[in-house]
Nanobody
Framework: VQLQASGGGSVQTGGSLRLSCSASGSLFSMNAVGWYRQAPGKERESVAAIDTRGVTAYTESVKGRFTISRDNAKNTVYLQMNSLKPEDTAVYIC?????????????????WGQGTQVTVSS
């Protein structure tokens, strides 16, 4: 199983980006998914999360600007980011709990995707 994050880039203040987090390979389901970000010199922080029922949660600083959603048929979770600010600049990383078979054992395992850089200029 591989988890791939994409969609980062450079935008000006007020711009928008849509990040994607896609799971591929031999999996049964992509369950809870979270987006995190890490800026230089700062600790990694949770940005948004979505569970299998579509229930979402956001860190306070992105509420009203970011929207997390999922397409279960595509095993993909999106993070739509609007009204971007320079303080949103960071590497964005996705994490997913994926049900798969690992060495013959079926269970839910934790996967991290590689980061995608988001840069917002003033």
């Amino acid at each position: 199983v591989q988890l791939q994050a994409s969609g980062g880039g450079s935008v000006q203040t007020g711009g928008s980006l849509r990040l994607s987090c896609s799971a591929s390979g031999s999996l049964f389901s992509m369950n809870a998914v979270g987006w995190y970000r890490q800026a230089p010199g700062k600790e990694r922080e949770s940005v948004a999360a979505i569970d299998t029922r579509g229930v979402t949660a956001y860190t306070e600083s992105v509420k009203g600007r970011f929207t997390i959603s999922r397409d279960n048929a595509k095993n993909t979770v999106y993070l739509q980011m609007n009204s971007l600010k320079p303080e949103d600049t960071a590497v964005y990383i996705c994490n997913a709990r994926i049900e798969t078979s690992d060495d013959g054992m079926v269970g839910e395992f934790d996967y991290w995707g590689q980061g995608t850089q988001v840069t917002v200029s003033s």
